[in-house]
């Protein structure tokens, strides 16, 4: 919705039913300048394509559909690590396309308000410094503000790991467990988050950026927020919709998962894994988190 504003957009989804207004964005009917189509051949004829999958659908699509993608620029917005290969999305594009050229799109951004045309600023990720600045520019509105770096693996990382946080946070608040309590759970997922970033070669002013800490913060503190309002129902014991993506889930068990092969210490990753599997209990976790062996900040 926001790139039609710079032109003519095409949108392809494998169900099309819905015509103009898609049941994923309530309350917005496509602007005339999209063209929506099930045809994945036509779509896939523009020079840059932005793939709006879940991270874990992420590699099966690639399976199917990736010849029809090489040598394009492709841009992901997923916000997630794979949980069979344990990589960002990034990598599941290079390995599957070798002739494209890779981006990542990633920052606090609900897709409700860029769809509404509210102010937003985002990270534009792409290891290639020149093709980084032309998608900075054909990918920015006047109300869209990107922010370019080479740094891919710190932005992935950054919205991949702020979803597992944002559902720790939300076990805090459905739980009662206070704001004080969310606070903290802010400030050591943010620990954690840049303890695995800075071992996979992510730099640490990505982590602090929009990427990292600006997305960590929106999603922690929305009830728009999807891993949010996960982590709620969770800490509340209330049901919550299956068919809603929920990256942090499974994302933690990814995340848990490679920090054992590291070696890194990730007790908020792991609890939230543990939470999504209904290994632990609420109060169990809470108390576990807090009898951790004292020690420096
Ligand atoms: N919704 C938001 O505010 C934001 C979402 N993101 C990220 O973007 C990614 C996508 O999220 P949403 O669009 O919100 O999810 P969504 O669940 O609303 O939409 C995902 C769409 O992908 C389709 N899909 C799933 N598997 C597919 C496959 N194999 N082939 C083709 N289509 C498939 C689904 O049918 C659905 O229409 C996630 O990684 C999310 O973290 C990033 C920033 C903001
Ligand atoms: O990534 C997002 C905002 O930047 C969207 O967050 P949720 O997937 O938790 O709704």
Redesign the pocket.
Known sequence: VALSANGPVTLW???TSWDRD?P??PGVTLPDAIRVTDDLRAATQADTLLL????Q??A??LA?HAALLNGRHLVS????IDLHKLTGPSSLLTDACPKATVAVL?GP??????ARGLPTALTLACANRDAGKALQHDLSTPVLRLYRTTDVTGAELG?ALK?VIAIAAGVVIGAGLGDSARAAIITRGFAEMTRLSARLGARPETLTGLSGLGDLTLTCTSV?S?NFRYGQALGSAQPFDAG??V?GAATARAVSALAARLGEDMPIAAMVAALAERRVSVENAAEMLMTRPLKEE
């Open positions: 989804a494998r169900d898609n994923r964005l709006a999958l879940p991270a659908a992420l099966g699509f199917d917005t997923a916000k997630g990633t951004s609900f897709a409700a308000d860029i919205g979803n728009q999807r809603t993506t990256e």
